[in-house]
């Protein structure tokens, strides 16, 4: 059981270059969020989807967008990266969105020239 | 402001000591708390959450402990083993019971454990 599966690990980008992010969940969880990690600044969130279908801006969504492809995947695309947006990423899944656990990727490390 | 922060941001123990990693919050209205380690190199995993209308709760080898006169959480590990070495975050929300969308982090505790 795989878990949480980000794609990819690392990256290495020019600023004004375009990406994807890739998450798929293999648990049937309904909740998928993503987050950015940054020293000194915690874990915070930039979109998350509740249910499939549906997407909602989280605390730091300016500059990122998001696709729920299907249950298992969602993606987070940066249309015009910023060396702002260095940072590791974590995508997350929870059964529902409320009083359910959060099961994160191991992360990907992005730097933006 | 409401702020989710750490006392210590480096903790050092030696293998088998008990460990207390503590966590001050600033919202009463917070009904929901929870704790993540992060190994290095990986994401976040869960290890115990408390609701407001609880002052403990104990899972494998931690206990979590609430005290919402001071609006303070901590971690307790017991016999604590190279293994747990991590960054250990504490988690709250404010918008209702466990919603996690609205989950505001810590910055994190670093757990080292000297053999």
């Known amino acids: 059981n795989a878990g949480v599966t980000q794609t990819p690990k690392f990256q290495v980008l020019k600023t004004g270059q375009s990406m994807t992010l890739q998450c798929a969940q293999d648990?049937?969880?309904?909740?998928m969020y993503w987050y950015r990690q940054d020293p000194g600044m915690g874990l915070r969130l930039i979109y998350y989807s509740a249910s499939e279908g549906t997407t909602d801006k989280g605390e730091v969504p300016n500059g990122y967008n998001v696709s729920r492809l299907n249950k298992r995947e969602f993606s987070l695309r940066l249309e015009s990266a910023a060396p702002s947006q260095t940072s590791v990423y974590f995508c997350?899944?929870?059964?529902?969105?409320?009083?359910?656990?959060?099961?994160f990727g191991e992360g990907s490390r992005l730097t933006v020239l | 402001g409401e702020s989710v922060g750490l006392h210590l941001p480096t903790l050092s123990v030696q293998e088998g000591d008990n460990s207390i990693i503590n966590c001050a919050y600033s919202n009463s209205a917070s009904d929901y708390f929870i704790w993540y380690k992060q190994e290095s190199g990986k994401g976040p995993q869960f290890i115990i959450d408390?609701?407001?209308n609880m002052d403990k709760r104990q899972g494998q080898r931690v206990t979590v402990l609430l005290n919402k006169t001071v609006k303070h959480l901590s971690l307790q590990i017991a016999a604590t083993q190279p293994g747990d070495s991590a960054v250990y975050f504490c988690a709250e929300t404010n918008g209702g019971a466990g919603n996690n969308r609205k989950l505001i982090w810590g910055l994190g505790t670093s757990l080292a454990v000297n053999p």
């Open positions: 408390i609701r407001s």
């Open positions: 997350a899944s929870s059964e529902q969105e409320v009083s359910s656990e959060l099961f």
């Open positions: 648990m049937n969880h309904n909740s």
